[in-house]
């Protein structure tokens, strides 16, 4: 008998140990579009209604891919200088690989599947525009709803969250046709997730941005990032370049993404705006 109570002892330990690392709420172990680094503010906001669809194709360091439909909207609230802003991957389509599966550890696997993504909403608000000796200042507070509900999967965390931050720019203006100018931006917030019932996981936000805009098209390069208290893979850094083009009202776009750290994942998008 005391044979048996050890082993069942024995056993219940290894049980305990196994559901709590396949418990690892966080985006080295989830799909790309479980909890990225949200895209950084400028310094400004879209002083117009903005709306945008792309498509992402993710490549991941397991040999895992994923391909989503991504939607996104600006609408100015009874001023230019405060945005609703909406945004959301629709729907994506995984592929995964025995590498990338014994990489997330799931409780429930799937080689291939389908999942709707989360919807994030955010009130972006230009507190101080750019003066002589004065930057810009924008603070931007958002929610992340939990309508990805695929946890057993390791694709979307089944729990919502928020975060609020700022963005500090400053530009410098060219006497030149062509280029118009160069924009350096600061970013620094918070970001905030649940992970259990009673726990959640704290992360403070942040990035450096550097923009060119000319008559014909934008482009920008950020470093950015956030970083969780826990230590699980709930430290993301990341690279982001992209170009947007000036085409009328209309606004075609290619961007790339790089994970540094805790972020498996390259990220190529091409879509179009339009700027109503």
Known sequence: MKKLLVAAFLLTGMLSLHAEDDGRISPLYFGPNALPVPDMLDGTVSEKIYAEVSYDFYKGFYGDRTQDINVKLNIPLFTPRVNLSVWMPVIEFYHNTPRSLAHQASPEQKVNGKEFGNVYVSTDIHVFRQKTFTPDVTLRIGLITASGDSEQYARYFDAPGY?????????????????????????????????????????????????????????????????????????????????????????????????????PFHQFRIGLGYMF
Request: hydrophobic share 40%; aromatic share 18%; glycine share 8%.
């Open 163 to 263: 975060f609020f931050d700022t963005s500090i720019a400053k530009s410098l203006k060219f006497e030149n046709d062509f280029f118009k100018e160069l924009r350096l931006a600061a970013n620094l917030g918070f970001l905030c997730w649940q992970v259990t019932t009673n726990s959640q996981n704290d992360a403070y936000m942040y990035g450096l941005k550097t923009v060119l805009d000319t008559k014909a098209f934008s482009a920008s390069f950020a470093w950015q990032g956030y970083s969780g208290w826990i230590d699980d893979g709930d430290k993301p850094m990341v690279l982001k370049a992209d170009i947007t083009g000036n085409i009328g009202r209309f606004r075609p776009l290619l961007a790339y993404q790089y994970g540094l750290r805790d972020y």
